[in-house]
Nanobody, 122 residues
Framework: VELVESGGGLVQPGGSLRLSCAQV????????RGWYRQRPGQARELVAQ?????????EYADFAKGRSIITRDRATDTVYLQMNNLTPEDTAVYFC???????????????WGQGTQVSVSS
């Protein structure tokens, strides 16, 4: 299974981006889909995640609350992250993560995309 992120790029402060994470292949079952980021010299951190079986159950990092929305398309197993009012502090590589079981009886595992660069600068 492969996770393919897209939508990153250069944006001006105050601007918006919509990141996409497409799933190529299938899991036995998925628990969560989420977005993480890694800023230069920093550890990877959660931005937002969504429960796969209930779109109403979402979790956001404090810095993302009020200006980010995570959604998913059930038909295509694609997860999106809409980010608004971006600041230079949001500059980072953004990673998609899926927590899933690859077969019946397997352990819950985390699967990561390759990351997409988001740069916020004037």
């Amino acid at each position: 299974v492969e996770l393919v992120e897209s939508g990153g790029g250069l944006v001006q402060p105050g601007g918006s981006l919509r990141l996409s994470c497409a799933q190529v292949g299938s899991f036995f079952s998925v628990a969560y889909r989420g977005w993480y980021r890694q800023r230069p010299g920093q550890a990877r951190e959660l931005v937002a995640q969504i429960l796969n079986d209930d779109d109403r159950r979402t979790e956001y990092a404090d810095f993302a609350k009020g200006r980010s929305i995570i959604t998913r398309d059930r038909a295509t197993d694609t997860v999106y992250l809409q980010m608004n009012n971006l600041t230079p502090e949001d500059t980072a590589v953004y990673f998609c993560k899926v927590s899933a079981w690859i077969r019946r009886g397997s352990y819950l595992q985390d699967f990561w995309g390759q990351g997409t660069q988001v740069s916020v600068s004037s």
